[in-house]
């Protein structure tokens, strides 16, 4: 079994920037493609971006690519989600989740599943 817990979550000012976290206990964390996820209220979830298991490959949602950057720091089982220029669409709960081998430009097919943390932008 993996374990995901995301971190970093919180109220920004519209404009602003927040970086999460998500701690993975996998024995092998490099064996996982990541990926970051959100869902607002009354949407369905959808598909932030990933990062290869080595973290030579990223794959961004059209809308967000310039604002969002994912990173991996293998070495600390720890994969990052850097937000910036956030705005009230931007609000949302945000999950990590990980899958064995890839493909990092596949948003289906995750296996594991943090338990998500809220972000908040205000107008």
């Known amino acids: 079994q993996v374990q995901l817990v995301e971190s970093g979550g919180g109220l920004v000012q519209a404009g602003g920037s927040l970086r999460l976290s998500c701690a993975v206990s996998a024995r092998t964390f490099s064996d996982y493609t990541m990926g970051w996820f959100r869902q607002a209220p009354g949407k369905e979830r959808e598909f932030v971006g990933s990062?290869?298991?080595?973290?030579?490959?990223?794959y961004y949602a059209a809308l967000l690519k310039g604002r969002f950057i994912i990173s991996r720091d293998n070495a600390r089982n720890t994969v990052y989600l850097q937000m910036n220029s956030l705005n009230s669409e931007d609000t949302a709960v945000y999950y990590c989740?990980?899958?064995?081998?890839?493909?990092?430009?596949?948003?289906?097919?995750?296996?594991?599943w943090g338990q998500g943390t809220q972000v908040t932008v205000s107008s």
């Open positions: 990062i290869s298991r080595l973290g030579t490959s990223r």
């Open positions: 989740a990980a899958r064995s081998g890839g493909s990092v430009d596949n948003p289906d097919g995750y296996d594991y």
